[in-house]
C-alpha cells in the first residue's frame, strides 16, 4: 500500500508541476505585445509654424510585411544544452522548423532524442530522450522563434541524472522545473505553448496589418475622435472626411516595406491642432500599439523683405536726360589667382598702348622736320647775274675788277637772308644788285683828257 500510495504521489506532483509548466508558458510576454486594447507606446507634443509642414512619425519594424511564400520558416524551435562541466560548453542538441522538419546536432542523438511532428499543431514542444546517460545532465533551454512576427520565447529546464530511484523526483526552484531523472530511463523535458502564433498559419496576412489615423480636436473626447486614414498591407487605403483634408493629409505608399507610417500634414492652419493617434494592429502577432502627438500650431514665421532686382537707368527720348535711381551697387571681387593675373594684364596692355602712341608721335615729328628742309630758302638755287663783256682796251680791267668785286658782295648779302618764297626773294635782290650801267664813250674821253 505505501509504494502505490507514494506512486500516486508522485503522479499528482508530476501532474501540478506540468501543469504550472503549462500555465507559465502561456503566460509569458514580449515587450510591445497585448491581448487586443492598444498599448500606449509612446507620447509626443509637436509644434509647428503656421502655413508649414509637419510630419508625426510613426515607425515599427514589426509591421514591416516580410510575406514568406514558403510559409515553412517564419516559426523555429530549438533546444540547447548547457553544461557546467567541465568546460561550461553550450552546444545545439535538436532544431525544427515549422514545416516539420528535424535536424540533429550530434550522430550520438540519432533515434534517441527527438520532438513531435505534430508540435506547430498542438503547441506542444517538449524534447524526449530515451536511455538518459550521465552526459545528458545540464540545463536544457527551448527556445521558439516567430522571424516574421519578431517574437522570441524560451524556458528552461534542468536535467539531473542519479542511479538510485529513491532520489527521482521533480521539482521548481524558483526559477525553473529541476527534474532527477533514474539512469537509463526515458524522460520528456516540458516546453508547451498553444497560442494561436505557434499553432496557426499566417493565412491572409496582408489583411491582418492595419495603421490607422485618428484625431482628436480640442475639447472633443477620445471615443469621438476622427477617423483620417486606414492602410492596410495589401495597398488598400481608406481616407475619410472633407476633401481638403484627404488632400493635406497622408502616408507614404512603402509604409509596410519600410515600417513608416508616420503622417505628413501640409499647409498646417490653427484649425488643424489637436490631439492624433497612430494605431498599429497587426492581428496575426497579436501587436497592438498606440503613439499619440499633441500638435499645436504656432504664428507664421515673418519673411524676410527680398530688395528688387536693380534696373538699368532709364533714359528719357525727350529730354535725353538719364535718369539713375539712388541706390548703391556693391561689386564683390572673386578673390582667386586668377583675378591677379588679369588685372596685371591690364596694366600691360595700358602700357604697351602709350608705347605705340609714343612711337607714332615721333615718327610724325621726324617726317615733318624733313619735308621743312626740302623747302629751306638758305638751300634754293641762286638765280645767274648778267655778264657784260666788255671790248674796249686792257686799261679797262681795273674797273672790271673794281664790279667783281661788288657782285661778290651782294652775293655774300645774298645768302645771309631766310626768304620763305622764291618771288620776294628775286625782289630783294633785284634791288640790292642792279646792274651797273656804263658809258664808254664818256670813259674813254675822260682817260684821253688825263
Given at each position: 500500500m505505501s509504494d502505490m500510495r507514494k506512486a500516486?504521489?508522485?503522479?499528482?506532483?508530476?501532474?501540478?508541476?506540468?501543469?504550472?509548466?503549462t500555465v507559465l508558458s502561456l503566460f509569458t510576454t514580449v515587450l510591445g505585445q497585448s491581448?487586443?486594447?492598444?498599448?500606449?507606446?509612446?507620447?509626443?507634443?509637436?509644434s509647428a509654424p503656421q502655413g508649414s509642414q509637419?510630419?508625426?512619425?510613426?515607425?515599427?519594424?514589426?509591421?514591416?510585411?516580410?510575406?514568406?511564400?514558403?510559409?515553412?520558416?517564419?516559426?523555429?524551435?530549438?533546444?540547447?544544452?548547457?553544461?557546467?562541466?567541465?568546460?561550461?560548453?553550450m552546444e545545439r542538441v535538436?532544431?525544427?522548423?515549422?514545416?516539420?522538419d528535424q535536424r540533429l546536432y550530434n550522430a550520438y542523438n540519432q533515434g534517441r532524442v527527438s520532438m513531435s511532428k505534430t508540435a506547430f499543431k498542438d503547441g506542444n514542444f517538449s524534447l524526449v530522450i530515451k536511455n538518459v546517460t550521465m552526459t545528458d545532465k545540464g540545463i536544457y533551454s527551448c527556445n521558439l522563434h516567430h522571424h516574421y512576427c519578431h517574437l522570441y520565447e524560451s524556458i528552461k529546464v534542468q536535467l539531473n541524472v542519479t542511479k538510485s530511484a529513491r532520489k527521482e523526483r521533480r521539482f521548481w526552484d524558483g526559477q525553473k522545473a529541476v527534474f532527477v531523472v533514474l539512469l537509463n530511463s526515458t524522460v520528456a523535458l516540458p516546453c508547451v505553448n498553444r497560442r494561436p502564433i505557434w499553432t496557426e498559419g499566417n493565412s491572409q496576412e496582408e489583411q491582418q496589418q492595419v495603421v490607422h489615423w485618428d484625431r482628436q480636436p480640442p475639447g472633443v473626447r477620445h471615443d469621438r475622435a476622427d477617423r483620417l486614414i486606414d492602410l492596410y498591407a495589401s495597398g488598400e487605403r481608406?481616407?475619410?472626411?472633407?476633401?481638403?483634408?484627404?488632400?493635406?493629409?497622408?502616408?507614404?505608399?512603402?509604409?509596410?516595406?519600410?515600417?513608416?507610417?508616420?503622417l505628413i500634414i501640409s499647409d498646417l492652419q490653427p484649425t488643424d491642432q489637436g490631439l492624433y493617434s497612430c494605431h498599429l494592429h497587426h492581428h496575426y502577432c497579436g501587436l497592438h500599439?498606440?503613439?499619440?502627438?499633441?500638435?499645436?500650431?504656432?504664428?507664421?514665421?515673418?519673411?524676410?523683405?527680398?530688395?528688387?532686382?536693380?534696373?538699368?537707368?532709364?533714359?528719357?527720348?525727350?529730354?535725353?536726360?538719364?535718369?539713375?535711381?539712388?541706390?548703391?551697387?556693391?561689386?564683390?571681387?572673386?578673390?582667386?589667382?586668377?583675378?591677379?593675373?588679369?588685372?596685371?594684364?591690364?596694366?600691360?596692355?595700358?602700357?604697351?598702348?602709350?608705347?605705340?602712341?609714343?612711337?607714332?608721335?615721333?615718327?610724325?615729328?621726324?617726317?615733318?622736320?624733313?619735308?621743312g628742309l626740302e623747302y629751306d630758302p638758305r638751300t634754293a638755287a641762286k638765280p645767274q647775274l648778267p655778264t657784260v663783256k666788255y671790248m674796249g682796251q686792257v686799261?679797262?680791267?681795273?674797273?672790271?675788277?673794281?664790279?667783281?668785286?661788288?657782285?661778290?658782295?651782294?652775293?655774300?648779302?645774298?645768302?645771309?637772308?631766310?626768304?620763305?618764297?622764291?618771288?620776294?626773294?628775286?625782289?630783294?635782290?633785284s634791288k640790292l644788285c642792279s646792274p651797273k650801267v656804263i658809258d664808254l664813250d664818256r670813259e674813254m674821253e675822260r682817260l684821253s683828257w688825263k
Open positions: 500516486g504521489v508522485r503522479v499528482v506532483v508530476q501532474t501540478l508541476l506540468f501543469l504550472q509548466i491581448d487586443g486594447s492598444s498599448v500606449v507606446a509612446a507620447m509626443y507634443n509637436i509637419a510630419v508625426l512619425k510613426c515607425h515599427s519594424q514589426r509591421m514591416v510585411w516580410t510575406q514568406d511564400r514558403l510559409k515553412d520558416r517564419q516559426r523555429v524551435v530549438h533546444w540547447d544544452l548547457f553544461r557546467s562541466t567541465p568546460h561550461y560548453a535538436l532544431d525544427m522548423f515549422s514545416a516539420g481608406r481616407h475619410y472626411g472633407p476633401l481638403f483634408i484627404q488632400q493635406k493629409m497622408n502616408i507614404s505608399a512603402t509604409a509596410f516595406s519600410q515600417g513608416d507610417f508616420s500599439e498606440r503613439r499619440i502627438f499633441q500638435l499645436t500650431v504656432g504664428p507664421p514665421i515673418p519673411q524676410e523683405p527680398t530688395d528688387a532686382p536693380q534696373a538699368l537707368p532709364n533714359e528719357d527720348p525727350i529730354t535725353n536726360v538719364v535718369e539713375v535711381p539712388p541706390r548703391v551697387i556693391n561689386v564683390i571681387l572673386p578673390e582667386q589667382r586668377g583675378h591677379l593675373l588679369q588685372q596685371l594684364g591690364y596694366i600691360l596692355a595700358t602700357l604697351l598702348l602709350l608705347a605705340l602712341i609714343v612711337l607714332a608721335i615721333i615718327l610724325l615729328t621726324r617726317q615733318w622736320k624733313t619735308r686799261s679797262m680791267s681795273k674797273d672790271t675788277e673794281r664790279c667783281v668785286p661788288e657782285e661778290k658782295t651782294c652775293n655774300q648779302e645774298d645768302t645771309k637772308l631766310d626768304f620763305k618764297n622764291n618771288l620776294l626773294k628775286e625782289a630783294e635782290m
